[in-house]
C-alpha cells in the first residue's frame, strides 16, 4: 500500500513563498521508477495540474499560472518531493495534493488520471 503524506501548508500573505513537501511510502513504489505530480483544488471547481517531475529531472512541467513563481523538486533516495512556491497571489489559495505515478511510469504527466496515489492534501490560503 502506498501512502503520500503532504505538509508545510498555512496562512500568508501576498507576496510570501511556502514550502510544500510530500513523503512517498510503500512497497509498490520501490518496483521501479515513477514521477511525482502537485495538483490544487479550490471549492466548486476541478482539481488542476500545477506542476510535476519525472524521476530523473529533465522532465518537469509547471501550469502556466504558476510557471516562474513556483519550483518542483524530489530526493529519490528519500522518495520526497517538494514544491517550492514564491510571490504567491490570493489566486493561489487552495488545497494541494501530492500524487504519485504508479512504479515504471517515470514521466510526469499533466492529467489527474495518469496518477495512481494521492495524498490528503494541504491547504494554503494567500490573503490579500
Known amino acids: 500500500q502506498v501512502h503520500l503524506v503532504e505538509s508545510g501548508g498555512g496562512l500568508v500573505q501576498t507576496g510570501d513563498s511556502l514550502t510544500l513537501s510530500c513523503a512517498a511510502s510503500g512497497e509498490p513504489l520501490s518496483l521501479g521508477r515513477y514521477a511525482m505530480g502537485w495538483f490544487r483544488q479550490t471549492p466548486g471547481k476541478d482539481r488542476e495540474f500545477v506542476a510535476a517531475m519525472g524521476w530523473i529531472n529533465d522532465y518537469i512541467n509547471y501550469a502556466d499560472s504558476v510557471k516562474g513563481r513556483f519550483t518542483v523538486s524530489r530526493n529519490n533516495d528519500r522518495h520526497t518531493t517538494t514544491l517550492r512556491l514564491n510571490r504567491l497571489e490570493p489566486e493561489d489559495t487552495a488545497v494541494y495534493y501530492c500524487?504519485?505515478?504508479?512504479?515504471?511510469?517515470?514521466?510526469?504527466?499533466?492529467?489527474?488520471?495518469?496518477?495512481?496515489?494521492w495524498g490528503r492534501g494541504t491547504q494554503v490560503t494567500v490573503s490579500s
Open positions: 500524487a504519485a505515478r504508479s512504479a515504471g511510469w517515470a514521466r510526469p504527466s499533466y492529467a489527474e488520471s495518469d496518477y495512481a496515489y
